[in-house]
């Protein structure tokens, strides 16, 4: 899958499903498409996106995290969820399959980035 060049055009895309044998993001790659999604960092190589929210109370986070979770299956594509602290939210997202970064996780934190969350 190429490079994707406007949030709005990896918000039309659906994710496709990896189970490997599919090159990960370099570094630069990773760097374009991250100018895509607002608010998210490359990290640990980088193989993973991250970004945090902190949220109204836990329930607005709880609700926020299952919003995601029905996103995630819908493209079929898993982040890792964490609420912490009852209302910091963080959203870690990396293509297990291939151990490092794909155009899906792109995807998927501009389609997260559209749902409605409850900031304090």
């Known amino acids: 899958m190429s490079e994707v060049s406007t949030t709005?055009?990896?918000?039309?895309i659906k994710c496709v499903?990896?189970?490997?044998?599919?090159?990960?993001?370099?570094?630069?790659?990773a760097q374009r498409q991250l100018q895509q999604v607002d608010g998210w960092e490359l990290r640990?190589?980088?193989?993973?996106?991250?970004?945090s929210w902190t949220v109204k109370n836990f329930m607005a986070g709880l609700a926020?995290?299952?919003?995601v979770g029905d996103l995630a299956e819908d493209e079929g594509h898993h982040p890792d969820l964490h609420?912490?602290?009852?209302?910091?939210?963080?959203?870690?997202?990396?293509?297990?399959?291939?151990?490092?970064?794909?155009?899906?996780?792109?995807?998927l934190a501009a389609k997260i980035d559209r749902l409605p969350i409850d900031e304090k």
Do not use: Q
């Open 83 to 107: 609420l912490v602290g009852y209302r910091n939210v963080t959203i870690d997202i990396r293509t297990h399959a291939i151990g490092g970064l794909s155009l899906n996780d792109f995807i």
């Open 8 to 12: 709005k055009e990896l918000c039309s």
């Open 44 to 51: 640990a190589g980088p193989d993973r996106i991250t970004r």
């Open 17 to 29: 499903p990896c189970e490997g044998g599919v090159a990960r993001l370099t570094t630069d790659e």
């Open 64 to 67: 926020f995290l299952d919003k």
